[in-house]
Each structure stands twice: as structure tokens, then as C-alpha cells.
T-cell receptor, first 114, second 115 residues
Framework: GENVEQHPSTLSVQEGDSAVIKCTYS??????FPWYKQELGKRPQLIID?????GEKKDQRIAVTLNKTAKHFSLHITETQPEDSAVYFC?????????????FGTGTSLTVIP | KAGVTQTPRYLIKTRGQQVTLSCSPI?????VSWYQQTPGQGLQFLFE???????NKGNFPGRFSGRQFSNSRSEMNVSTLELGDSALYLC??????????????FGPGTRLTVL
């Protein structure tokens, strides 16, 4: 099955700086890569996603890039704000011997320092 | 539309007991997936149900089981609880049968503590 690795596990940035979180995956058949934000005590919320036929996608201050050859994808947050502080998870929809499922990274705890 | 709901939100059990968790998906969503979330392990996929059938299963022991009803509501059962089963259990629903039906919407989770 798929294996998703996420780095770094913790990240601290000054307000206004950029934050980058990187994920790698192992299965070249994976074709959908969402990113979730989970604030303390709350449910994971989808913030952006990308499909394998696209190299980059932006939504205001958030962007995701995908390199299929290298099997990695990254989340970029610009002009960070204190409310961006949360745990971020990447995921890949991959294939196991029982069908397709989502494989998650272990999360990055982002702290934005005012 | 109302979001994904889960009940109960908190549970405390002792080793050896069993527990049943419930998930109601977004109206019209027929796929429900369950995940176990623990610190350092992220989200681990348990299983997915679609139209009352389990279509996918993660790498968990047989003590973890589930089912889905005709109204798409799903239950997850854990028998013979172990201390290591303490976790946040999340369910997620998604639409099926059209374009871009990949997006999963998560419920608030059930926090299970095993003593």
C-alpha cells in the first residue's frame, strides 16, 4: 500500500513569514492529495487539494505544489497569521489490495508567533 | 446541509469491555470511512462503507468492526478493549457517483479513553 511521510513535525514561524510543509508518497498510482487543518479540539477541515493532472493550485494565501516524478507535494502558506496555528495533515489517495483509501501523514504542528 | 455528526463525543471504558460509536453522514453522502487518530500516528484508516457494504479495510485487528445502515448511518464497534485503543475516532463522509467526489468531510470525533 501507499506510505505518506510528512515533514517537519513541528514548525514555528513569525507572523507574516511563509510556512512550507512537505510530504512524500510511495505509490505512483496515487492521484488525489488533500491537505487538512485541525485546530485544537476540532475536526480536520479540508483547506486545499490537488489532483495528479495538475502541478500547482492556489487559494488566496495557500498553495499546493505536486511533483509526480519525485512523488512529493508541498503546502505553502504565505503571510502567516496567528489563526493559521494548527496541525496540518497531508494525505494521498492510494490503492491497497482491497481498493482505494486515504493515507495520511503524521501531521505538522504549526505555530505562528505574533 | 448539516455536517457529519458523531455520538457520543466522549466515552470512558475499562479494558475488556466493548464499545459502539455512531456516525451520521452529510445528507446524500453514501460513503462513510472511519479513522483512528492518536498522537504521533496521525490518522489511521479503519474501514470504509458504501451502500451498507464494507468496501475497504485498513490494517486493524478483527476486534474492530463496523456496519452501515440503509440510511447511510454507520456504527463502529470495538470489542475486548485494550489500553492502546484510547484514541480519537473520526468518521468522514463523501459523496459518490459524480465528478470530484474525493472530498471527505470529517465529524467532530469520539474521544475514547480505556482505563
Amino acid at each position: 500500500g501507499e506510505n505518506v511521510e510528512q515533514h517537519p513535525s513541528t514548525l514555528s514561524v513569525q507572523e507574516g513569514d511563509s510556512a512550507v510543509i512537505k510530504c512524500t508518497y510511495s505509490d505512483s498510482a496515487s492521484n488525489y492529495f488533500p491537505w487538512y487543518k485541525q485546530e485544537l479540539g476540532k475536526r480536520p477541515q479540508l483547506i486545499i487539494d490537488i489532483r495528479s493532472n495538475v502541478g500547482e493550485k492556489k487559494d488566496q494565501r495557500i498553495a499546493v505544489t505536486l511533483n509526480k516524478t519525485a512523488k512529493h507535494f508541498s503546502l505553502h502558506i504565505t503571510e502567516t497569521q496567528p489563526e493559521d496555528s494548527a496541525v496540518y495533515f497531508c494525505a494521498a489517495r492510494g490503492y491497497s489490495n482491497t481498493g482505494n483509501q486515504f493515507y495520511f501523514g503524521t501531521g505538522t504542528s504549526l505555530t505562528v508567533i505574533p | 446541509k448539516a455536517g457529519v455528526t458523531q455520538t457520543p463525543r466522549y466515552l470512558i471504558k475499562t479494558r475488556g469491555q466493548q464499545v459502539t460509536l455512531s456516525c451520521s453522514p452529510i445528507s446524500g453522502h453514501r460513503s462513510v470511512s472511519w479513522y483512528q487518530q492518536t498522537p504521533g500516528q496521525g490518522l489511521q484508516f479503519l474501514f470504509e462503507y458504501f451502500s451498507e457494504t464494507q468496501r475497504n479495510k485498513g490494517n486493524f485487528p478483527g476486534r474492530f468492526s463496523g456496519r452501515q445502515f440503509s440510511n447511510s448511518r454507520s456504527e463502529m464497534n470495538v470489542s475486548t478493549l485494550e489500553l492502546g485503543d484510547s484514541a480519537l475516532y473520526l468518521c468522514a463522509s463523501r459523496a459518490t457517483g459524480g465528478l470530484y467526489t474525493d472530498t471527505q468531510y470529517f465529524g467532530p470525533g469520539t474521544r475514547l479513553t480505556v482505563l
